[in-house]
């Protein structure tokens, strides 16, 4: 089952957007973004120039969300999903290709690769906090 279509769209058309992780006790890390691409579907990988908490967050637990919204049409959503830390292979050298279109002279250390686990709307309203994706059976 395919991610919304709007979700998606947002997705191939990002800015910057927020990826949020835990340490081991618990406490948050939420840190700006601009290296995201899509991967498959449900699938993102995002490039590491900058990362220290938010890789080892993830190294030890394997949990993230990301936070992205359109400034022009207020439309936000949350994404919840499983995330890995990469220095090798398909995720990883297709983040690095398109890392190095953007940026060819920045240094670059691995891909975080998060696969979406939910979506929810995040857009003031009735529907804050709805899931969106996937749906119920």
Known sequence: MSI????GAMLDSWRTFALAT???????NVS????????ED?????????MKQTKENIQNN??????????KTRESYKLKGEARYDTEGEAY??????????????????AVVFKI????ET???????????????
């Open 42 to 50: 449900d699938v993102l990988v995002i490039g590491d120039m900058f």
């Open 32 to 39: 700006p973004m601009m290296q995201m691409w899509r991967l």
């Open 117 to 120: 686990v939910s979506i929810h």
């Open 62 to 71: 394997g949990k993230a969300g990301i936070g992205i919204w359109d400034d």
């Open 93 to 110: 050298e297709f983040c690095l290709k398109k890392f190095r279109e953007k940026k060819p002279t920045a240094q670059f250390f691995g």
């Open 22 to 28: 835990t340490d081991a006790d618990g406490t948050p």
């Open 123 to 137: 857009t003031s309203g009735k529907r804050a906090g709805d899931k969106l994706w996937p749906e119920e059976a």
């Open 4 to 7: 919304p279509e709007k979700v």
